[in-house]
């Protein structure tokens, strides 16, 4: 299959967990010609791999991190080699507004896109080269809907609203060995990164009586605050995480507050999965599912530990609304195929 969009580099962290090596792999699959280059090494595994040194941290801190496979040249190098139609960044934060310049000054005719899932107008997800490139990006695309006037403000020219998105062949029902069922299952699961709010959350949930398995990096500290409260600790990657959501009867789903989520990827790939959702209700949780039939969402603690302790027991329920919740994301528009023609048609009109 031939693209009618021509060629595209594609910049992101293409380590096989992320979402962007997802985007990058169903590009490959729409049948784009695609190169890809990682901004970050490759394998790196956070919270299992050594941490960078402390001149890289120093610099990240100071906001101009270290090109550290350096994806700055190696644009160059491919231009001289092949005629891009587009370059996609997929937050990538080390790129030099020099080389923006240049390849706007070279080669006008190359669309410059810039995508992130994350908040960012929020500090600690930019850096200074972000902030004095976005002018040359010919659009940005954000998952918050509150980014679209704010990066604006920063300096970009376009902005545009795409969807989280889960990936079909990763996402999805999956049939467990016992080794697996022992392995990951869960009364009651969290997977993410530790943020105070969630562990809060679910250090209240303990108290009560409720025992939570929690994957993800960062809960170090968290280790044997309460019996109730299992802190794996270790993130889960590719299929494991696929694994440990079909494994779980409830799937807590927190939304990260530094980065004024209203809606996360968790959101839709716990469905994708068939998993059981119970997340923090908001607008846009609302306007993908209906409460109680596709998902089950909670306003405060008190609520949450009603909906837990009466979803434990409503073996039948769970099972219908985790189906139907499943149903309703296969029809949706929050599959990153459907979502990148969506962004790629949206690009060639520009």
């Known amino acids: ?19 962007s090596y997802q985007r990058y792999r169903a590009l490959i699959d729409l049948g784009y010609q695609i190169f890809g280059l990682s901004h970050t090494p490759i394998p790196y595994r956070p919270g299992i791999d050594r941490k960078p040194n402390l001149f890289f941290r120093i610099m990240w801190r100071l906001s101009l991190p270290l090109d550290s496979t350096g994806v700055n040249k190696k644009i160059s190098e491919i231009l001289k080699k092949e005629r891009l139609d587009i370059i996609w960044f997929d937050k990538c934060l080390v790129i030099r507004p020099n ?19 994350d908040d960012m107008y929020a500090k600690h997800n930019q850096t200074l080269f972000y902030r004095w490139s976005l002018p040359y990006y010919d659009i940005v695309f954000t998952t918050k809907i509150y980014n679209l006037t704010e990066l604006k403000l920063l300096g970009a020219k376009k902005t545009e ?4 998105a889960y990936d079909e062949k990763l996402h ?46 960062g809960w170090g500290n968290w280790i044997e605050r309460h019996p109730n409260l299992i802190i794996k600790n270790q993130p889960l990657y590719y299929e494991n995480y696929t694994k440990a959501i079909c494994a779980t009867k409830i799937n807590l789903c927190f939304l990260r507050k ?24 908001t607008r846009r949780h609302l306007e993908l599912f209906e409460d109680r039939r ?21 073996i039948e329920g769970r099972k219908i609304i985790a189906k139907a919740g499943r149903k309703k994301i296969l029809k949706s528009d929050c599959e990153h195929k459907k979502q990148l023609k969506k962004m790629l048609l949206i690009i060639k009109n520009l």
């Open 1 to 19: 299959m031939k693209s009618s969009t021509g060629k595209i580099l594609f910049i992101g962290d293409l380590n096989d967990y992320c979402r």
């Open 99 to 117: 080389v923006l310049k240049f390849i706007k000054d070279s080669f006008p005719k190359t669309k410059l896109v810039f995508s992130s899932e």
């Open 161 to 164: 609203l795409f969807l989280d």
């Open 172 to 217: 999805r029902p999956m049939k467990l060995s016992e080794e697996e069922k022992q392995r990951f299952g869960a009364d009651v699961s969290f997977i993410g990164w530790f943020e105070k709010d969630r562990a809060e959350k679910m250090l209240y949930l303990a108290k009560k009586g409720i025992k939570i398995t929690v994957w993800g990096v």
């Open 258 to 281: 530094i980065n004024r989520d209203e809606i996360t990827s968790r959101s839709v790939e716990i469905p994708a999965c068939g998993g059981f959702m119970l997340a923090e209700r």
């Open 294 to 314: 596709e998902a089950v969402f909670f306003g405060s603690n008190e609520e949450l530990l009603e909906l837990v302790k009466k979803y434990l027991i409503d």
